[in-house]
Structure formats: C-alpha cells, structure tokens
C-alpha cells in the first residue's frame, strides 16, 4: 500500500474527529444524565446523545477487490457470464451471487444464482481478471431464471439434487 496514501487517509481521519470533538465541545446545553445509563470511559455516567467514535479499518489495495460485474469463467475457461449481484440471508452472510449469463451484448442473457462457494476467487488482483465457477455452462444453462419476487432457486456445485432451505 502507498504510505503517502495511507498518511493522508490517516490525517483526514484525525482531521473528521477533531472536529467531531469541536463541535460536541461547542455544545453549551446540559441535558441531564440518566441515572441508569451505563458509565462512560471515565467512570461517569454517560450523557443522551453520546455516541461512540466509529471503528475503521483500512484493507490494503492487494488483499480485497470487489467483484461486481466481474466475468466468470468455467473451471475449463468458458465465458459463464458477470456477476450483477450479489444475495445475503437475513444475518447478512452471502449466500450466493447472481450471475448475468447467456446472450450477446446484453440481449439474450438472463440472470441465474449460484452458490457463493462455488465461485473461486483466485486471480482477482486485477480488474481484467475473472472469477472460477465450478460448474459447466450446461449446468448453468439448465437453471432457472432469478427473479426478485419469486423464491431463488440456488444452484451448487455439491451434486445434490434437493433444494436448500435457508428460512427458519
């Protein structure tokens, strides 16, 4: 990672709380703390409105890429089309990625789900590169198609003929 860019991502991160900071100081009301608020950091209670500092994490340039409309290729290299998507359950684990497959140009294609673990994420370090399915184009092609308010038929690379539920 650019050390030049993380100092600047690092001083503009100081800069935002500092003013945070000023502007909460600036505050010249005094509401009243509640009795039952759990203490702050010093041993005080809290007052309403405290909000804590949020977190931040900084991932380098080389370890996290994103993966929307990235092509996908076939273990055998054949074009399986782009992800459009991507699907998460109600605790907001992936579950699958909606793939834009078929067609030419646009015209022609339809959208499919596959399994989030079926996709293989290993020559991703640049935008050119494609994401590895696990399954063939036939495979694909005999899936049917995602619609938002039909329930989604996932399709896996496990062999198993049964659907997985995924509601309580």
Do not use: C
Not at 7 to 26: N, Q
Not at 31 to 47: F, L, W
Not at 83 to 102: L, S
Request: hydrophobic fraction near 45%; glycine fraction near 8%.
């Amino acid at each position: 990672m650019d050390e030049k860019w993380v100092s600047t991502l690092f001083a503009a991160l100081i800069a935002a709380v500092m003013s945070v900071s000023i502007v909460a100081a600036a505050d010249t009301s005094s509401p009243q703390a509640d009795p039952t608020a759990p203490p702050a950091a010093n041993g005080e209670p809290s007052k309403p409105g405290d909000v804590p500092p949020p977190s931040v994490t900084i991932i380098g340039a080389k370890e996290a890429h994103a993966v929307l409309g990235r092509d996908v290729r076939s273990t055998t290299g054949e074009n399986m089309g782009r992800i459009v998507d991507i699907i998460v359950d109600k605790g907001g684990t992936v579950r699958a990625a909606v793939i834009d497959f078929g067609g030419f140009l646009g015209v022609g294609s339809r959208k499919i789900v596959v399994d989030w673990n079926a996709l293989h994420f290993v020559d991703v370090a640049k935008k050119g590169d494609s994401i590895t399915l696990e399954l063939t184009r036939e495979q694909v092609k005999a899936a049917p198609e995602y619609s938002e308010d039909k329930p989604i038929v996932v399709l896996g690379a496990t062999g198993k003929l049964q659907p997985l539920r995924f509601d309580p």
